[in-house]
């Protein structure tokens, strides 16, 4: 009997109401590179388990590395009486029928050792050097995962999957400013993961940045490739369609189902069935079986996503979207999950070379900082563009920028959507939801010089 069923069983002899068990288990590869070089070269293997107790509709969470299924129920029955009764709570989900993904387990990752590991590092280093690069630093991350969840409603579910995740950032000082350059990638699959180009983004981004000029001040239109794109989505874009968010009304979008939000061009989808997805998921961490959902589709506000507690509370069903987010990637045993897209996406039809040809005067931004809402409710938000910056001149991108400050506001930038590409790619902000950006143009967006 696995450490799950244990739990379950355990439960239903201490007559719990309801008991969900989670157990995680984590192969974690890690190298750091600071000046140049592989600076630290880790493995670890971490196993949790978390329990969710109701009972008598009251909710209690335990989470231990100690595999006791006997303490650990009886540590969430006895925290239970202390906690207040949810009288909207309904019932953990019961088994149904998950779809089957495509590229989200490569035995490959999970035979790969340390020493494979550091020498995909040292190919993201070497295709980063050049002469005018002064220092380069990032990380590479493997994660193999085992997850397991099991409940008294007769669920009982297990997922495998790896992932790979690797970031460069190249910096230089070789100019009259310092300027910087990353490269990102993330991929569930080996074979789908290119080291050289993360290191080769880098060193381009940051060459290419070299002696960069004052932007003038003002409304300008905007090219964002897919890494800016992706810093959008994940702090700016995804609350806003949380059912908790909008049912509270602290969503910019609040009581605007089935209203035009956006240009006619633009839709926002939850992909959790993308191969190689790297939120791909057969079912969430409820084990409620996933499915493809619009946010926003030829402009209209569609859909909310939510987890059972926060749907129950609202009197709805869940979309699917509960999650355990873990670290550096994948999931945990968090006892309590909350909702999340578990495949933020954006899709269109342009190429990005169309893009920058019918862009009369803009910039390019290739990359975001300090990305996050000023006034979430109104949608206003506030970011910074550091190097990657370059003036857009009748179709042709010119000279190099200097950092400039963007503060705007989400509902009009979404009407401001006048072009989206089909370079869409998986992107990973710093302690986020993974995302799937490709570059967009909006119009009428004023800059400032920092």
């Not at 992107?427 to 800059?447: D, F, K, Y």
Request: net charge neutral; hydrophobic share 35%.
């Amino acid at each position: 009997m696995s450490v799950c069923s244990a739990v379950v069983s355990y439960a239903k002899k201490a007559d719990a109401d309801e008991c969900e068990s989670i157990l995680c288990s984590k192969r974690i590869i890690t190298i750091r590179i600071t000046d140049s070089e592989i600076a630290e070269t880790k493995e670890s293997h971490e196993k949790s388990l978390g329990i969710r107790m109701i009972h008598k509709k009251r909710i209690s969470c335990v989470q231990t590395t100690t595999l006791e299924p006997g303490k650990i129920v009886d540590s969430a029955l006895k925290s239970a009486k202390n906690t207040t009764e949810r009288k909207f709570w309904k019932t953990l989900p019961g088994d149904s029928a998950c779809v089957t993904l495509e590229k989200v387990n490569d035995p490959k990752l999970w035979k790969a050792t340390t020493v494979d590991i550091s020498d995909i590092a040292q190919e993201m280093i070497n295709s980063a050097q050049n002469r005018k690069i002064t220092n380069i630093s990032g990380s590479l991350n493997v994660v193999c995962e085992e997850f397991e969840i099991a409940n008294t409603s007769g669920l009982q579910r297990a997922d495998v999957a790896t992932y790979v995740s690797g970031i460069i950032n190249a910096d230089s000082d070789t100019g009259s400013f310092p300027v910087s350059g990353i490269g990102q990638a993330s991929s569930r699959m080996l074979s789908d993961f290119h080291p050289e180009k993360i290191g080769t983004d880098a060193s381009e981004m940051c060459a290419n940045s070299i002696n960069p000029h004052t932007a003038n001040p003002g409304i300008t239109s905007i090219v964002f490739d897919p890494l800016a794109v992706g810093e959008l989505l994940a702090f700016v874009f995804a609350s806003n369609f949380s059912l908790k968010t909008y049912s509270e009304n602290r969503s910019c979008f609040s009581e605007k189902i089935g209203k035009s939000i956006a240009a006619e061009n633009f839709e926002l989808v939850d992909d959790p069935h993308m191969p190689n997805g790297l939120g791909s998921k057969p079912f969430d961490d409820e084990g409620v079986p996933t499915k493809r959902t619009h946010y926003i589709r030829n402009g209209i506000f569609e859909k909310t996503y939510s987890d059972l507690y926060n749907a129950y509370k609202e009197g709805t069903t869940s979309s699917g979207n509960a999650s355990r987010l873990g670290l550096p990637l994948g999931r945990s045993s968090d006892p309590i999950p909350m909702s999340s897209p578990h495949n933020l996406t954006v899709r269109g039809s342009t190429k990005r070379d169309d893009i920058i040809k019918d862009t009369k005067n803009g910039i390019l931004v290739s990359r975001l900082w300090y990305t996050y809402p000023v006034n979430p409710i109104r949608g206003d938000f506030s970011c910074t563009a550091r190097s990657g910056i370059w003036i857009i001149s009748d179709g042709q991108i010119k000279e190099p920028v200097k950092s400039v400050r963007i503060i705007h506001n989400l509902p009009r930038l979404l009407q401001q959507v006048s072009a989206v590409a089909d370079n869409g790619r998986a992107v990973l902000p710093w302690a986020s939801i993974p995302v799937t950006a490709p570059t967009i143009r909006c119009e009428g967006v004023t800059i400032s010089p920092i």
